[in-house]
């Protein structure tokens, strides 16, 4: 795929970042980053991964945060 000058201006960015484990406890994370996540769960524990998604288990412990919208500066992203 190529990319022109007209498609950069309608480019958008994001990021995730994620930790996961098997004795992962999500609060652990939370409280540091002093950030609430876009997901958390323990290991074991019931979880919906989508909307219209079936229950089910995690496999492993997971915390992840995620960007939706592009900020107006690289910089302000990564201070997030």
């Known amino acids: 795929m190529s990319m022109t000058k007209s498609d950069a201006a309608d480019s958008v960015s994001f990021a ?3 930790v996961a484990g098997g004795r992962l406890a999500p609060q ?3 409280g540091p980053l ?3 996540p876009t ?3 323990r ?3 019931k979880i919906k991964l989508e909307a219209r998604s079936p229950e089910t288990v995690g496999k492993t ?3 992840f945060l ?3 919208e592009e900020p107006a500066s690289r910089k302000a ?4």
């Open 16 to 18: 995730t970042f994620r």
């Open 28 to 30: 652990e994370i939370t």
């Open 34 to 36: 002093q950030t609430p």
């Open 39 to 41: 997901a958390a769960y």
């Open 43 to 45: 290991k074991g524990e």
């Open 61 to 63: 412990g997971m915390w």
């Open 66 to 68: 995620s960007t939706d």
């Open 77 to 80: 992203w990564v201070s997030r």
